[in-house]
């Protein structure tokens, strides 16, 4: 065992429940459509409904949260992009010019960034939480990301992020350069998963830049080759934004939220909260498949199968967002389709 | 050449543009995010954008039409439900309880059924538009669904539906008890695809259904061997569902409307028009994969990878309205996301 005695998680409930699946599942049968015609949106209705404990969804005050964060690993020239554009996006995000905006603003959900730990002072901003833990980890290539205590520090600070936000549905984003590193890292020593094969192109890597960041990869698993558990994987390979998002995760699965799941580096945080807590799955709803090479073998870890698979691999949470309509067709279809009965239609021949 | 003079097609421009297509290619990779990072959506951006010839995406008045038929071969025990599930489920949807009506509401679309051939009289209601070719088509079996005059007259009636709405933005669904199998055979007779290929459960066939449906669908191919030419295929083995919705695309494609296509039988009406008129396939945005067997076949014929993936076999074009907000998205993003420029954010990094 190493030292998290000061980790706190939050309880989780599991959401099974036989006799509300059983009834959930009837409801959704004797809609006017052949079973199981609604594919994934029924699966997803029942995921909805266990979560909620309601045959009745509904969803308060939706929240995207964003979590920003620099990377020591980027002195290595493992990103396609130079590390100052962390802190440019936060300011683009608090401008409103970001992806994420764009969608947030056409889905209805309040947008907050937080400083997990930009590289940078960050001038106060209504919609920016300051939780900066330290200004970028270190080089993973040198040394532990961060120390046990910051890892557990960023942890409780992604809780108490989410503890403090209204409603009963929240998606997580991110935003910081070099994070894919990390995020691969992290899959590697999590799941047993070759190297070669979780190491993507990031922002756009070409042949020459991708076996340099697997080179730089390679040799910063091996400096933490003895490390195995979650905590203290996190500490020495994972980054902050990361951290604090599966701090959030926990904690909002804690709470019966809804969580939506982004993209790869979305995923390694969920990655981690199960590994720490394995029920907290029942409260994620993994909302897209990236382009990023690995993600969907971090999926099939996860036993997850995302709702959309739009070739994007962008992060922000823009993954979560643009699947959000689906949820709310599952929670529509499930209030306002006719039964066979109401409807007078006819039912499957009998055989 | 088959006597197909009657037919009027109407002229659908190509979408082509080089000027307009490196400007807006130039607008979506100025965007804040690397370059290709919203993957579909951007090449759903250049796609709608041509078809408005326009940087500045406008959807107007989205209408969502269901075209509703019934099918002579469901005598033969093709469908897992009875035929008069038709002519209830277009009460269903006239009464607002079916699933299109759930996702039409939710986004926005006004809704209208037409009755292309439904086997039984419909009273009159302000959703409702009677086109009725024939109380359903002639069974394949022992004949042509439908003569070349049917055929023509559906095809026409498809045009002038679309013709009528108001508003750039059509998407087209179908409900019509047995209507997997005319679908399957013009994929097999147009694609020349091995019918046991193309054939699937429908709404819910068991195994032993399933042999039942193939070797009644093979002896239906059999009896119309000699027929090739698009027109006389469709006559020899379609629906009028599936022949209106082929003219409808048609229309709205001379029209430059933009066309959401939802599943298997809309992709067999797509798979028709464009056999009729190649470019029309350049106003098709193919919105869901079915799972319906066959599917991605007909997909892989068009060249044409849809939106979503959400392993869904409902038609009424769910499919379709599912996929909307993704449109929405693509037009958000280019209308309001910063650029590089006006946002003060760095490029990627030369090399």
Redesign the interface.
Same mark, same amino acid.
């Given at each position: 065992m190493t030292d998290n005695t000061s980790l706190l998680l939050p309880p989780i409930e599991p959401t099974a429940d036989p006799v509300l699946a059983a009834r959930l599942q009837q409801r959704i049968d004797n809609?006017?459509?052949?079973?199981?015609?609604?594919?994934?949106?029924e699966t997803l209705a029942l995921q909805l409904g266990l979560i909620q404990r309601s045959e009745a969804l509904a969803f308060d005050a939706p929240q995207m949260v964003v979590f920003a964060a620099d990377h020591g690993i980027a002195a290595e020239g493992v990103? &396609? !992009?130079?590390q100052?554009?962390t802190l440019?996006?936060v300011?683009?995000m608090l &401008?409103g010019?970001?992806?994420i905006?764009? !969608?947030a603003?056409?889905?209805g959900f309040a947008l907050q960034v937080v400083d997990a730990g930009v590289a940078a002072d960050l001038a106060a901003h209504p919609q920016l939480l300051q939780r900066k833990i330290a200004p970028g980890t270190a080089n993973i290539c040198e040394g532990p990301a961060m120390s046990m205590a910051q890892a557990v520090q960023a942890l409780h600070a992604g809780m108490a992020v989410v503890k403090d936000l209204p409603g009963n549905v929240v998606a997580f984003g991110e935003m910081g350069i070099a994070n894919t590193s990390p995020a691969a890292l992290l899959l590697a020593r999590l799941s047993g998963l070759p190297l070669a094969d979780v190491v993507g192109r990031g922002?756009?890597l070409?042949d020459?830049?991708l076996a340099h960041k697997q080179a730089v990869l390679t040799r910063a698993l091996a400096r933490h080759a003895e490390v195995q558990e979650p905590l203290a994987v996190l500490a020495a390979l994972g980054g902050f934004e990361i951290a604090m998002m599966s701090g959030a995760m926990l904690q909002a699965a804690s709470e019966r939220r809804v969580v939506l799941v982004d993209g790869f580096i979305a995923g390694a945080a969920a990655l981690l909260a199960c590994a720490l807590q394995p029920v907290t799955k029942d409260y994620l709803v993994f909302c897209h498949r990236s382009?990023e090479r690995g993600h969907h073998l971090l999926l099939a870890q996860l036993q997850a199968t995302p709702?959309?698979?739009?070739?994007?691999?962008?992060g922000e949470g823009?993954g979560a967002l643009?699947a959000w309509?689906?949820l709310?067709?599952a929670s529509? !279809?499930l209030a306002?389709? &006719?039964s066979f009965d109401? &409807?007078?239609?006819?039912?499957? $021949?009998e $055989?």
């Open positions: 809609k006017t459509k052949p079973p199981g015609a609604l594919g994934r949106l990103s &396609a !992009f130079p100052a554009v440019q996006m300011g683009n &401008a010019g970001a992806a905006n764009v !969608f603003r056409q889905h922002t756009g070409d020459v830049q382009a709702l959309l698979d739009l070739d994007m691999r962008l823009t643009l309509p689906l709310q067709s529509l !279809f306002e389709m &006719a109401s &409807a007078g239609v006819s039912g499957k $021949t $055989t």
